[in-house]
Every structure is written in C-alpha cells, then in structure tokens.
C-alpha cells in the first residue's frame, strides 16, 4: 500500500484533515461561547498545523500527503473558488460603483506593495500583503499564494497578521462613524471597502444600522469580484515572481533553465487559474445551478483548510517571528492607506 501513489499521500493528507477537523472545532466552540468565531477555522487550522511543527518535525512517510495538500488540494480550492464569483453581478451594481471599488482595489494594492518593500518585505510577501489587505483577506492571500510561488512561511506569517488585524478592524471601525460623522450608507461602503471577510462585514455593520449591513455586504462582493482579474494579472507576471531571489534558489543546471522566449501557455497562466475563470463563467451563464453553488462552497472551504493546516506544518515558527515585526508594520500601514482612499472615495462620489 505504501508503494501506492495514493498510499504516499494518504498519511499526511490525513493529519491535515484532522488538524482542519480539530480547528472547525474550535471555531464551533468559539461560536458557542462568545457568540462569534473571532478566528475562522482557516486561521486556526495554520496555527494548529504550526504548533504541532514547532513540537514535531514530520518524516519521510508524512511529507508527500502534506506536500500534497498545501498545493494541489489549495489549486484544487482556487479552481472551485471561481464557482462563486458572478460577473452579472458588477453590472447590476453599476458602472460608477464598479469603477470606484476598482480604482481603490489598485490603489491599495500599490500602496501595500510598496510599503512592504521599502519596510524590507521580499516580493512574494509583499504582493501576499497587499493582495490580503486590498481584496479579501484570507481568501486572496490563499488564491494568490501558488500563483507567485509563495512558500508555506510567507502564506502562514501574512494570513497570521491579517487576521489578528481583521479582528481588531471589526472591533474598532464602528469608532469612526461619530468621529467622521458618517452616514449609516457611508459607514457601510467604508466597511465593504475595508473589511476583509464578508462575515467580518456583517460583524462590523450590524452594531451600526440595517443600512450599512446591506451597502456593506454589497461592496464586499464587488471588491471580491476584484479577486479574478488581479489573480490573472498576477498569473501573468507570476514567472518573475518565483523566480525573485527571496529564498536561496536551487542548483539549476543548463539543461533545466528553460531557453527564453520559449515559455509555455501553462507557465503564464497555471491551469488552476484557467479552471478558475472557467468556473466563474460558468457561474455567470447560469451553467452551475444554484442549488450546487453552496456545496461547492462549502467543498472549497474545506480544501481551503486542509491546504492552510498543511502550509502550517510547514511553518518554522522562528522564521515567521524574525519577519514578525516587518509584517505587522506593512499589514497595519497598508490598512491605514486602504481606509484613507476608501475615505477619499466616499467625499468624492458625494455617497450620502
């Protein structure tokens, strides 16, 4: 049975389902005792598979399942990701919302990049950053991750700091109403911009009016839509991504560089991201009933753990503590840049 392809895998793909199954459960329990799950299942699992790393360091028999499912399976997620993405939906929202989400999903990821650059982040952790703040949190650090190549290390430490942030944004944005004297349809683009989780919008708006829970939600799932084009710009420019020197490269030979101006259709844009628009085009000609989309769903959550209790196995918890400090800088600066130009949006589109 070890022989077995499926054997080698079955191992470590098992420990990172129950690592997931372990961090479900302890977002039920959050749930039930506070009323809310300040930490998704998503971020528990990364911390989870990281303690169990800091104590144990998986062998031989483990590492191919593990390996496994920190690519593959989170591939696998992206692809059903798109199932959930409707393009009908931008033109339902109009064009002069469409536009200004755009311009601030751009300048936000601008201004996030650059921070965490000049605050010393390498590429790779620097684009998961800003993609995390600018867009959807867990969600676009997770579809973006195998685009750039991103390791285990740069995934967990920017999923790590953005959900800590997440949380405090939650708690802390209802301030701003009385102190910007904020409307109640104000308040709630405000927070479609800037909160990373559609959950964590609802959170966020609910104290505030039903007003800005219905704006806000709206605003989300535009900013969400954002998600697509980015992760196939990104796809685009993923090969000088991972060929950045953030790590020590391997030995690559003559014979395995591959000659210039032969790269492949595959190598621009990785099949997973194909599948992704695919489904996402499916979804808006009505091809995917609608009784299959919260499955998909809840399959794509799943998986979306699996992977990120894989990536923690993989963590070294010294590694991400040395970019501790640098990272919560970039996440929190690039915060305050994504709510000035939301700010700026709303004074300049006159919203009431």
């Known amino acids: 049975m070890a022989s077995h392809p499926l054997g080698r895998l079955l191992p470590g793909f098992l420990l990172c389902a129950l690592i997931s199954a372990a961090a479900y459960g302890l977002e039920h329990l959050e749930t039930h005792l506070a009323?809310?799950?300040?930490?998704?299942?998503?971020?528990?699992?990364?911390?989870?598979?990281?303690?169990?790393?800091?104590?144990?360091?998986?062998?031989?028999?483990?590492?191919?399942?593990?390996?496994?499912?920190?690519?593959?399976?989170?591939?696998?997620?992206?692809?059903?990701?798109?199932?959930?993405?409707?393009?009908?939906?931008?033109?339902?929202?109009?064009?002069?919302?469409?536009?200004?989400?755009?311009?601030?999903?751009?300048?936000?990821?601008?201004?996030?990049?650059?921070?965490?650059?000049?605050?010393?982040?390498?590429?790779?952790?620097?684009?998961?950053?800003?993609?995390?703040?600018?867009?959807?949190?867990?969600?676009?650090?997770?579809?973006?991750?195998?685009?750039?190549?991103?390791?285990?290390?740069?995934?967990?430490?920017?999923?790590?700091?953005?959900?800590?942030?997440?949380?405090?944004?939650?708690l802390g944005l209802p301030l701003l109403v009385p102190l910007l004297r904020l409307s109640d349809t104000q308040y709630g683009v405000l927070a479609g911009l800037t909160v990373y989780a559609v959950p964590q919008v609802l959170a966020a708006t609910a104290p505030v009016a039903a007003a800005s829970v219905q704006i806000g939600t709206l605003v989300k799932l535009v900013r969400v839509l954002m998600l697509g084009p980015v992760v196939l710009v990104l796809s685009l420019l993923g090969s000088r991504l991972r060929e950045e020197p953030d790590a020590p490269a391997p030995h690559v030979t003559a014979g395995d560089r591959p000659a210039r101006g032969r790269l492949a259709v595959h190598k621009l844009v990785p099949w997973f991201i194909i599948g992704f628009l695919a489904m996402a085009a499916l979804r808006s000609h009505g091809a995917i009933p609608e009784a299959a989309l919260e499955p998909l769903a809840r399959i794509t959550t799943v998986f979306t753990i699996i992977s990120m209790a894989a990536l923690g196995l993989g963590v070294d918890v010294r590694s991400v503590a040395r970019a501790g400090g640098r990272v919560t800088a970039a996440v929190t600066l690039s915060l305050i840049a994504l709510a000035a130009v939301s700010i700026a949006l709303i004074r300049l589109l006159g919203v009431g």
Do not use: H, Q
Request: charged share 10%; aromatic share 4%; with cysteine.
């Open 35 to 170: 009323g809310r799950a300040w930490l998704e299942a998503l971020v528990l699992a990364i911390l989870i598979g990281t303690l169990v790393r800091s104590v144990w360091t998986p062998s031989a028999p483990w590492r191919a399942g593990i390996a496994f499912s920190a690519k593959t399976v989170l591939e696998i997620a992206v692809v059903l990701l798109g199932a959930s993405l409707n393009v009908a939906m931008l033109v339902a929202a109009g064009p002069g919302l469409i536009v200004g989400i755009a311009v601030v999903v751009a300048l936000a990821l601008a201004a996030s990049f650059l921070l965490g650059r000049m605050l010393g982040l390498p590429k790779r952790m620097a684009v998961l950053v800003a993609c995390g703040n600018s867009i959807c949190g867990n969600s676009a650090i997770a579809a973006v991750a195998p685009v750039i190549g991103a390791d285990g290390e740069d995934v967990a430490a920017s999923i790590a700091f953005t959900a800590v942030l997440g949380v405090l944004v939650v």
